[in-house]
């Protein structure tokens, strides 16, 4: 169901990849919503992607640039504005990724080089990002700004590796520049922290599902999937939320609140149980 919370609102999505993704979730009810946008992503993610399907669907034009690259950034701000007929009014950030997860090099032994690839493209790009549209001046007054972050950045989840660091360091990004941007343009930067979700990026992170089973069952209200993730962002875009800004907010199920959960010490005691009787 549709509420027009986006009508006569543009922006840019980067990040989008298939239909699993959370960054075609969000352009799709973005689209839903009344809102018109570009795409944006790689140009080696373009051609493994179904992108052209999204933008087909909801009538935008794909911009591929390499979100680490400042002249690449300034050309999807630049043609944004132009396609567009202006400036925009929400962009989304949707863009992570780890050699040293994808090489399996465990956290005691990172590949330094991939590290620093690591936060580039997963934190540091959002810094870029920000700092050619405040320079371009090429986000409207009240306007909003989010990007995608998970719980590691705040606590320690094995196998999640470096990314949690690009994590902790993407939400700083999001507070320091939240205080510019609201101080100067009257704009809000903020991240939401999903819960694991079963995109093609997360798919291949080792131990996912027994993480979502464990996310899931924690979680008093259950796991938040994708289009449900895709609602809170276009919640997050309209002028409902207004006066939120340089906040990380958690759209996990009661995740980040949990101790333990009864059916999680169920599952525990039940394995408690047959150690014991092995022993």
Not at 87 to 100: C, E, R, T, Y
Request: charged letters at 25%; proline letters at 1%.
């Amino acid at each position: 169901m549709a509420y027009n919370l986006l009508k006569g609102k543009k922006g840019i999505i980067f990040g989008a990849l298939d239909e699993k993704s959370i960054a075609w979730k969000v352009a799709e009810r973005a689209f839903e919503e009344g809102a018109v946008f570009t795409l944006s992503n790689t140009p080696t993610a373009l051609r493994f992607g179904e992108i052209n399907e999204l933008a087909e669907k909801c009538n935008a034009t794909v911009i591929p640039a390499d979100a680490t690259n400042l002249d690449d950034l300034t050309r999807v701000f630049t043609e944004s504005m132009a396609v567009l007929g202006g400036k925009v009014d929400f962009i989304l950030h949707s863009i992570g990724m780890s050699l040293n997860v994808r090489k399996k090099r465990v956290y005691n032994d990172l590949d330094y080089n991939y590290l620093n690839k690591t936060l580039d493209i997963s934190s540091i790009s959002f810094h870029k990002m920000l700092q050619v549209a405040f320079k371009l001046d090429a986000i409207n007054s009240w306007g909003s700004v989010v990007a995608l972050s998970y719980i590691a950045a705040q606590r320690t989840l094995y196998g999640y590796n470096d990314m949690a660091d690009a994590k902790a360091l993407l939400e700083s990004i999001a507070r320091s520049f939240g205080y510019i941007y609201g101080r100067e343009r009257k704009i809000r930067i903020n991240t939401i922290s999903q819960s694991p979700t079963l995109t093609t990026a997360g798919s291949g992170v080792k131990g996912v599902g027994s993480l979502m089973d464990f996310t899931d069952r924690m979680s008093p209200l259950g796991n938040a999937d994708a289009d449900e993730c895709a609602d809170y962002c276009v919640t997050m875009f309209s002028d409902l939320t207004k006066k939120v800004t340089m906040q990380n907010l958690f759209h996990d199920g009661g995740f980040s609140s949990m101790g333990m959960s009864l059916k999680a010490m169920n599952i525990y005691d039940k394995n408690l149980e047959k150690k014991m009787q092995l022993d």
